[in-house]
């Protein structure tokens, strides 16, 4: 199923609300803590990650690193980098839980860490502790890393048609 068929709506978040929203999630983490150190969900959860790290006075920073979308559509999951540990006081940040899939994955790697993420649909609700705004399944959300005035493509797919 193509993007165009699976998301009705979009939902454009600029770097400016990304960063309200991860200062949110940071003030509903507080209490949760304190965190021995963050996992951020590649590529997605760098930046909420960075500021949460800022926020909660983390500087264990780990990553994880799992392939599933292009910018079109969801391709098969591929695990790239794994973290070792049952995630005892650590903290997993990802930007978004769409469907679930690769949380299932990480939360299966490290099943003791707490999981946060800024964005949560309806399928992948379940597989978080903490997030800060739901949208509907259908709705597609813009980071701001994915756009410009229009969509850009990343620049590696640009210098392979080039």
């Not at 969900?41 to 990650?49: E, F, M, N, S, Y």
Request: with cysteine; aromatic share 10%; charged share 30%.
């Amino acid at each position: 199923m193509s993007k165009a068929e699976r998301y009705k709506k979009m939902f454009p978040v600029s770097w400016e609300q990304l960063h309200r929203d991860a200062k949110a999630l940071a003030w509903r983490l507080l209490e949760k803590g304190p965190f021995k150190g963050i996992v951020a969900i590649t590529r997605g959860g760098l930046v909420p990650a960075a500021v949460l790290a800022r926020e909660l006075e983390v500087h264990l920073i780990e990553t994880v690193c799992i392939s599933s979308y292009n910018w079109k559509d969801q391709d098969e999951l591929r695990v790239l980098k794994h973290v070792d540990g049952d995630g005892e006081g650590w903290l997993i940040v990802d930007d978004l839980v769409d469907t679930g899939t690769t949380a299932k994955v990480v939360r299966d790697m490290m099943p003791k860490a707490h999981f946060a993420t800024v964005y949560a649909k309806p399928k992948g609700r379940p597989m978080v502790d903490t997030f800060i705004t739901e949208v509907s399944q259908d709705t597609w959300i813009l980071f701001p890393w994915d756009s410009e005035v229009r969509f850009v493509a990343p620049i590696v797919n640009l210098a392979e048609e080039g």
